[in-house]
């Protein structure tokens, strides 16, 4: 089991950028996820991550504005958002998945991070 935690969340205006990071212990060789979820609605991928970084996931939503990327050796992920809008206010969340291919599907996660607050204000 990997825990994960999240940092790098807080208060911006749109048009500005943040960045994440989810730093993991234990086990690391996981795809990795950034959800995130607004009040009252589902959670949903924002971008995924292959073990090696190779390969990248990105919602439409997102494309073109996140930039999703890992150091294997310092076992953390980052999520660089930028161009920020207020839809994208949200708690996110990293996740891990023993699997080997990216997945949209948070079913197919298998730990998670405590989430950390974005607020992009208008």
């Known amino acids: 089991q990997v825990q994960l935690v999240e940092s790098g969340g807080g208060l911006v205006q749109a048009g500005g950028s943040l960045r994440l990071s989810c730093a993991a212990s234990?086990?690391?060789?996981?795809?990795m996820g950034w959800f995130r979820q607004a009040p009252g609605k589902e959670r949903d991928i924002a971008a995924g991550?292959?073990?090696?970084?190779?390969?990248?996931y990105y919602a439409d939503s997102v494309k073109g504005r996140f930039t999703i990327s890992r150091d294997n050796e310092q076992n953390t992920v980052y999520l660089q958002m930028s161009s920020l809008k207020p839809e994208d206010t949200a708690v996110y969340y990293c996740?891990?998945?023993?699997?080997?291919?990216?997945?949209?599907?948070?079913?197919?996660?298998?730990?998670w991070g405590q989430g950390t607050q974005v607020t992009v204000s208008s």
């Open positions: 996740a891990a998945r023993r699997g080997l291919l990216i997945s949209r599907s948070q079913s197919e996660y298998d730990s």
């Open positions: 234990g086990r690391t060789n996981y795809v």
């Open positions: 991550i292959s073990r090696a970084g190779a390969n990248t």
